[in-house]
């Protein structure tokens, strides 16, 4: 039986399945949303998470995640 992760993103509740190998990561979640690390910054508590630390910043119930995605144009 898997755990289910309750996040505030973007000001909207979202509850998601833990993985079966463990905890999900940042870089678990934009994975599972399907984003592109390279085209977001993301705040998790009012604190900016880098880019090289997506892969070991661990979420929990209740944290709260504010995903910035970057457009391109002209």
Not at 23 to 33: M, N
Request: glycine fraction near 10%; charged fraction near 25%.
């Amino acid at each position: 039986m898997r755990d289910v992760l309750t996040l505030l993103l973007n000001g909207e509740n979202r509850q998601f399945e833990t993985p079966a190998r463990g905890p999900l990561s940042v870089l678990g979640l934009l994975i599972e949303l399907g984003l592109d690390m390279r085209k977001v910054a993301i705040e998790r508590n009012e604190e900016i998470v880098p880019r090289s630390r997506y892969a070991e910043t661990w979420l929990v119930s209740g944290d709260q995640l504010e995903i910035v995605h970057f457009i391109g144009g002209g």
